[in-house]
Structure formats: C-alpha cells, structure tokens
C-alpha cells in the first residue's frame, strides 16, 4: 500500500488544523494505521494510531485532548484532527500502515510496514 500524507502548512499558534493520509494500492480496511512525527533536532515519536474498523484509538499523552485520530476506509483515508496547536507541534507528520487481521494497534514505529512521505506542519507563536 503506498501512503500520502497532505494537510500541513504553516499555522498560528491556537489554529486548528486536519492532517490527511491517502492510501492506495491496498484495502485500507486491512491495516492499523498511525500517525508519527518528528520535529527537527528530535527522533520520531508516536503521535497516535487507530486499529482497522477505527473502534480502538491511542494517543500519545502529550497530545490527548487536542489530537483526534479517524478513518473512512471507503475513502482509503486517514485523518489527524489537530486542535489549537502550539508551537512545539511543530515537526513532520508521517502516517503508517500495518496489515492486520485483528483489532490490533500500534504504538511502534518498528511496528509498521508501510510510511507515507511526511507532511511538514510549521506552527507559529
């Protein structure tokens, strides 16, 4: 399955914004998927991941609260709902995919297979 990322920009601090991941060449509907990102000077980190049916969600405590994971397996998407972001949102924002035949999650970037190319969200103060 191969996964573009879209959505970012540069936004103010307070702004929302919706991050989008594409899926094609595979059935959504078969993968767990996750959000990462990565802001400069720092490793990636897990941000959130929802399982296939979208029934199980995690999120990284630094942003529950604030960041909504959701999917529309009819429209192979993924979303990332980010409300009033702050500065230190500030990074990539890579999606992922993993084929699974259970309700799993993931929290692991080891975990997934499949990474989209990143979108750059750039949040001023």
């Known amino acids: 399955v191969q996964l573009q990322a879209s959505g970012g920009g540069l936004v103010q601090a307070g702004d929302s914004l919706t991050l989008f991941c594409a899926a094609s060449g595979g059935t959504l509907s078969n993968y767990a998927m996750g959000w990462f990102r990565q802001a400069p000077g720092k490793e990636r980190e897990f941000v959130a991941t929802?399982?296939?049916?979208?029934?199980?969600?995690v999120y990284a405590d630094s942003v529950k609260g604030r960041f909504t994971i959701s999917r529309d397996n009819a429209k192979d998407t993924v979303y990332l709902r980010i409300l009033s972001v702050k500065p230190e949102d500030t990074a990539v924002y890579f999606c992922a995919a993993r084929s699974t035949v259970t309700g799993a999650y993931y929290t692991r970037d080891n975990d997934y297979t499949y990474w989209g190319q990143g979108t750059q969200v750039t949040v001023s103060s």
């Open positions: 929802i399982s296939r049916a979208g029934t199980r969600k």
